[in-house]
C-alpha cells in the first residue's frame, strides 16, 4: 500500500513539475510577464491573419505580421528597392535600440494600403518593450502593376539567429517566384539580380 502510494505522489510530482516546465518554456500564467504569452524565449512566429481585420486595413493578400520573444539591444526594419539587380535605395522603417539588452519582446505588423486607386504605401507598426513606433514607404514611384508578392516566409517560425536577415514582404517584377532561403545581403542579390525590379522588407535582431 505504501508503495503504492509513493509511486502515486511521484507521478503527480512528474506531472506537476512537466506542467511548471511546460508553462515556463512557452511563457504561461505566472511566467508570462511582458513575453509574448505560448512563445518560447528567443523564438518568433507568423501571426493568424485570417481574421479579416486585416482586410478592413489592407490590400487583399498584401499584408502579415509576426510576433516574437527576444533578449536583444536592437530590432531593426528596413526596406531595399533594386533596379536591374542594383540597389538603389535603402530604408531604415523602423528601430528599437537600448543601450544594453533587454526583453523586446512583441509585435511586427505590415501591409499595403492603396489611397484613391493610385498611391500605394506600404505600413508598418513595430511593439516592443513597452515601446512602440509606426511609418510608411511609398510605393507610387515603383511600376509594380505586374509584379509577384510573396507572403510571408515560413522561416519567421521558429529560433531567431542574430544578425540574420529575415524577408517580410517581397515584391518582384518577373512573375517567375523561386523561393531562395536568404540570411544576409548576397543572397537578396540573387533574388534582385533575376529582376527588373525588386523590393524587400526585412528585420534584423542584433
Known amino acids: 500500500m505504501k508503495k503504492k502510494i509513493a509511486a502515486i505522489i511521484c ?17 504561461y500564467g505566472i511566467f508570462q510577464g511582458r513575453s509574448v504569452v ?3 524565449d528567443n523564438h518568433m512566429q507568423i501571426l493568424d491573419t485570417s481574421s479579416g481585420h486585416f482586410d478592413l486595413l489592407f490590400d487583399m493578400h498584401t499584408y502579415g505580421g509576426i510576433a516574437f520573444n527576444i533578449h536583444t539591444s536592437d530590432i531593426s526594419v528596413y526596406i531595399a528597392h533594386y533596379e536591374h539587380g542594383k540597389r538603389v535605395s535603402q530604408k531604415l ?3 528599437i535600440s537600448m543601450l544594453e539588452p533587454a526583453e523586446l519582446n512583441g509585435h511586427l505588423h505590415w ?27 511609398d510605393f507610387t514611384q515603383v511600376d509594380f502593376q505586374h509584379a509577384a508578392i510573396l507572403g510571408t516566409p515560413l522561416e519567421l517560425n ?9 524577408p517580410l514582404f ?15 545581403s548576397t543572397d537578396i542579390e540573387i533574388l534582385a539580380n533575376e529582376n527588373e525590379l525588386f523590393t524587400i522588407l526585412y528585420i534584423i535582431f542584433r
Open 158 to 166: 521558429g529560433m531567431i539567429e542574430r544578425d540574420r536577415i529575415y
Open 38 to 40: 505560448g512563445l518560447p
Open 11 to 27: 507521478i503527480v510530482l512528474l506531472l506537476i513539475s512537466g506542467l511548471i516546465g511546460y508553462m515556463r518554456y512557452f511563457n
Open 93 to 95: 522603417v523602423k528601430n
Open 111 to 137: 501591409g499595403i494600403t492603396t489611397h484613391e486607386g493610385q498611391r500605394q504605401e506600404l505600413r508598418t507598426s513595430l511593439s516592443a518593450g513597452g515601446v512602440s513606433s509606426s511609418g510608411f514607404f
Open 170 to 184: 517581397i515584391r518582384q517584377s518577373s512573375g517567375l517566384v523561386r523561393h531562395v532561403d536568404i540570411n544576409d
